[in-house]
């Protein structure tokens, strides 16, 4: 692969290896209400496993490896109405075995970029088929908080602000079938210390969509099947347009399982099915476990 500047396809490498770790993806039945005054306890592992590196399609032989782990405390409450849910996010983990072409890259470890958020329900009929019916959003607050180093390519922060506004629509179809709908726009402030670590990162408006189609076994178990795609949030070095597509499209699956009134348990398989740029996920391993308290 040829970069038309090295430093800022290094750089973007970083970004997107980031993203890939922790973006704000859903399971299966994350918005499902809880009773007000409900704590709840998530804990995620996600491996990823990367093989290609991609720009404007085209694949160059490249590897990576990561395992990212989640903290996040949920809170209930209600607010003027409305069911609400302050959170903190805390990722954290590793980056490791990073190649592009014959460029071997750092490995980077630490905590990522916390993120500050909350829920509102405008609709929440948890009675409502299997699977409830509900309309909520979400803004997320990404803080520029987490391992960065201007002088390495791979860094688990990102030294900017991030705005994430999710939309989230859960229908229930027929029986113990529903349908989940999320949609994401993110905006971006400017990291000052980029490129040469002296340049300024910009970049566009992003988007991601999901869907999954669910299944609710019973009232412990549900599987799901689900697609994912991110598109929008070109990138500019110092006003320069780096040429890096973010379109990617995702395929998942899966299973949930509540081993016992209070503690739930979740697999899911996931596998990047077209990248117009950065690393495509060959395989994705991410398990949840929460408690409610």
């Known amino acids: 692969m040829h970069f038309a500047n090295k430093n800022a396809g ?13 973006a704000i993806d859903v399971n299966v039945g994350d918005y499902t209400t809880l009773p007000s005054g409900t704590n709840l306890g998530v804990f995620y592992y996600q491996h990823s496993e990367m093989d290609g590196y991609y720009q404007k399609g085209d694949k160059t032989h490249a590897d990576s490896r990561s395992d990212i782990g989640i903290a996040r405390f949920i809170h209930y409450i209600d ?3 409305l069911r609400a849910t302050p959170q903190v996010v805390i990722p954290f983990g590793s ?8 460029a071997h890259l750092n490995n980077a470890s ?3 970029d916390p993120i500050i958020a909350s829920a509102f329900w405008l609709i929440n009929q948890p009675e409502q088929g299997a699977s409830g019916r509900y309309l909520a959003v979400t803004p997320f607050i990404y803080l520029p908080l987490g391992q960065y180093d201007k002088h390495d390519a791979v860094n688990l922060g990102e030294n900017r602000f991030k705005y994430d506004v999710q939309l989230a629509w859960v229908q229930p179809l027929y029986g113990k079938w529903g349908f989940e709908f999320y949609q994401d726009a993110i905006w971006y402030g400017d990291n000052d210390d980029a490129g040469s670590g002296n340049q300024t990162l910009s970049q566009d408006t992003s988007y991601q969509t999901q869907v999954n189609l669910r299944y609710d076994l019973n009232t412990k178990q549900r599987f799901a099947l689900g697609y994912a ?3 929008g949030g070109e990138q500019f070095l110092d006003g320069v347009r780096l040429n890096q597509n973010m379109e990617k499209q995702q395929a998942r699956f899966e299973f949930q399982h509540m081993m016992n009134a209070k503690t739930q348990v979740s697999a899911q398989l996931i596998s990047d099915t077209q990248v117009e740029s950065g690393f495509k996920k060959e395989l994705g391993l991410n398990f949840r476990l929460f408690y409610i308290f």
């Open 95 to 102: 980056v490791r075995n990073t190649q592009i072409g014959d």
């Open 79 to 81: 607010i003027a109405g």
């Open 110 to 112: 630490g905590f990522a």
């Open 229 to 231: 795609a991110n598109y």
């Open 10 to 22: 290094l750089l973007i490498l970083g970004a997107l290896l980031t993203q890939q770790s922790y």
